[in-house]
């Protein structure tokens, strides 16, 4: 790069020069991550299905490893709230990990439900390491059928 008096640099356009660059940390990123995506979310945990009918909603939970009384559900107008924690496994004495994947702590995940609840109904049922959570809909909150009348 030639240098200008006082230090002042000569770019034909300083554009280019920003391009080039750009280009340059795309190439040392790809060479280290591959084809994979450079900027990844963690997934949240635990995942969450949740489907409903005009009757109520259905939450289901994938929560292996984590034992049911350490669970905690609370359903407050159209938020529930799912909580709780997933122990550590604990090596016996001269073990040590090779490879550890599977997180552990605590965990919360708070959803908007599509209606109103009855909370004093809601069931949940632990099965597999799957959580089931039904959830009625509340009387006040189902569609009503209006007939219509004659003159």
Not at 53 to 69: I, K, R, Y
Not at 93 to 108: D, I, L
């Amino acid at each position: 790069m030639l240098r200008q008096p006082f230090g002042r640099q000569s770019f034909a356009n300083p554009w280019q020069e920003i391009e080039r660059v750009q280009r340059e940390m795309e190439g040392l990123f790809n060479s280290f991550y591959g084809s994979r995506p450079r900027f990844q979310t963690a997934p949240s945990y635990p995942a969450i299905n949740v489907w409903s009918n005009q009757d109520g909603a259905v939450l289901t939970a994938e929560l292996p490893g984590v034992n049911p009384e350490d669970i905690d559900i609370s359903v407050v107008g159209e938020t529930l709230t799912l909580t709780g924690i997933r122990q550590p496994e604990e090596l016996q004495e001269g073990e040590k990990y090779h490879r550890r994947e599977r997180g552990y702590g605590k965990f919360s995940r708070t959803f908007q439900l599509p209606f109103l609840v009855e909370a004093d109904k809601v069931d949940a049922v632990f099965e597999k390491g799957i959580l089931h959570i039904s959830l009625p809909r509340a009387e006040a909150d189902k569609p009503k059928k209006i007939s219509i009348k004659t003159a």
